[in-house]
C-alpha cells in the first residue's frame, strides 16, 4: 500500500462537485484511506490512483 506523500490526490475542485450516487448528499474526503464518505448512505467510495470510484458496489459499507 502507498503511504500518503506518494498517493495521487484526486483535483479538490472535482471533490467540491461530486456528491453521493445514493443520497445526492456530500461526501467528506479521508485522505488517510484514500476515500469518500457518505454519512447519509454509511458507505465509503474508494479513489484508485486518483479517481473516485462512484460505483455503490464498489463502495465499503461503514459501521
Known amino acids: 500500500m502507498?503511504?500518503?506523500t506518494t498517493r495521487p490526490r484526486p483535483d479538490p475542485k472535482l471533490l467540491e462537485l461530486l456528491v453521493c450516487p445514493l443520497t445526492k448528499t456530500?461526501?467528506?474526503y479521508d485522505?488517510?484511506?484514500a476515500e469518500l464518505v457518505s454519512v447519509?448512505?454509511?458507505l465509503a467510495y474508494p479513489i484508485r490512483?486518483?479517481?473516485p470510484i462512484m460505483l455503490p458496489s464498489e463502495a465499503r459499507?461503514?459501521?
Open 26 to 28: 456530500v461526501l467528506r
Open 31 to 33: 485522505p488517510e484511506r
Open 40 to 42: 447519509a448512505a454509511k
Open 49 to 51: 490512483d486518483g479517481i
Open 2 to 4: 502507498t503511504d500518503e
Open 61 to 63: 459499507e461503514l459501521d
